[in-house]
C-alpha cells in the first residue's frame, strides 16, 4: 500500500496561481502512474492530470490543458500539480492517486487538499 499526503491548497483569486504537492510513502516501488482527480460539490470526482513515475510522461483533461503542469521529483517521491490561470470552475477538492499497474484501477488515496477560487 501506498501512504499519500496532499499539500498546497487554499484560497486564491480567478487568474492566480497555486502549486499543490503529494508526498508518497510506503510501497512507492510499486508505482506505476501517479494522478491528481478533482471534485467539486454536488460532482463526481473527475481527472485532471498523470504522470508516468519511470517516462515522465504526462496527460492533462482538456479542462486544464494549457494551464496545469503535473511534475516529479522521484528522489523525494513528491507529485506537483502548478495551477495557473486558475478560474472560479477549477475550485474542488483535489487528490493525488497511485496506479500501480497499466489498466488497473487507481487504488492508492490522499484524503485530498481544498482549492477555492473565488471570482
Known amino acids: 500500500q501506498v501512504q499519500l499526503v496532499e499539500s498546497g491548497g487554499g484560497l486564491v483569486q480567478a487568474g492566480g496561481s497555486l502549486r499543490l504537492s503529494c508526498a508518497a510513502s510506503g510501497r512507492t516501488f510499486s508505482t506505476y502512474t501517479m494522478a491528481w482527480f478533482r471534485q467539486a460539490p454536488g460532482k463526481e470526482r473527475e481527472f485532471v492530470a498523470r504522470?508516468?513515475?519511470?517516462?515522465?510522461?504526462?496527460y492533462y483533461a482538456d479542462s486544464v490543458q494549457g494551464r496545469f503542469t503535473i511534475s516529479s521529483v522521484n528522489s523525494k517521491r513528491t507529485v506537483y500539480l502548478q495551477m495557473n490561470s486558475l478560474k472560479p470552475e477549477d475550485t474542488a477538492v483535489y487528490f493525488c492517486?497511485?496506479?500501480?499497474?497499466?489498466?488497473?484501477?487507481?487504488?492508492?488515496w490522499g484524503q485530498g487538499t481544498q482549492v477555492t477560487v473565488s471570482s
Open positions: 504522470i508516468s513515475w519511470s517516462t515522465g510522461g504526462t
Open positions: 492517486a497511485v496506479q500501480q499497474k497499466p489498466g488497473v484501477p487507481y487504488d492508492s
